[in-house]
């Protein structure tokens, strides 16, 4: 059984509120779990301490057992000082896609094409 670390929502529509909690990582995101090592508020801000709630103990003893955290659930744990997160880079993120690419260059051939047409008739 492999187990993750995850978030498992509750509060109401427009209000989320979620769980951290050990689950097993078939069962649904709502659904059953085995553990909860803390909390989760969104709607607080980011310099509350009260956002995120974490039973550090808790989450250690999961984390040696071989539970694996989420990304989100991994921040938290990286701030709390229990796992280290690795910075993600993705230099391509910007770029645009292939389509768009294939229709930015025929636009610039047709440019080039006309710009040649111009320059011949001229002379």
Request: aromatic share 4%; no cysteine.
């Amino acid at each position: 059984m492999s187990l993750k670390i995850r978030l498992s929502r509750a509060g109401t529509k427009k209000r989320p509120y979620y769980h951290i909690v050990v689950a097993d990582a078939a069962s649904p995101r709502d659904g059953k779990f085995i553990d909860v090592v803390g909390a989760f508020n969104p709607m607080l801000g980011k310099t509350d301490e009260n956002r995120v709630k974490l039973d550090a103990e808790k989450a250690a003893a999961w984390l040696k057992k071989g539970a694996q955290p989420t990304d989100r659930v991994l921040r938290f744990l990286d701030k709390a000082g229990l796992k280290k997160r690795d910075a993600r880079n993705n230099p391509k993120k910007a770029l645009p896609g292939k389509k768009r690419q294939e229709r930015e260059k025929a636009a610039a051939d047709a440019a080039a094409k006309a710009a040649e047409a111009a320059a011949a008739s001229q002379s």
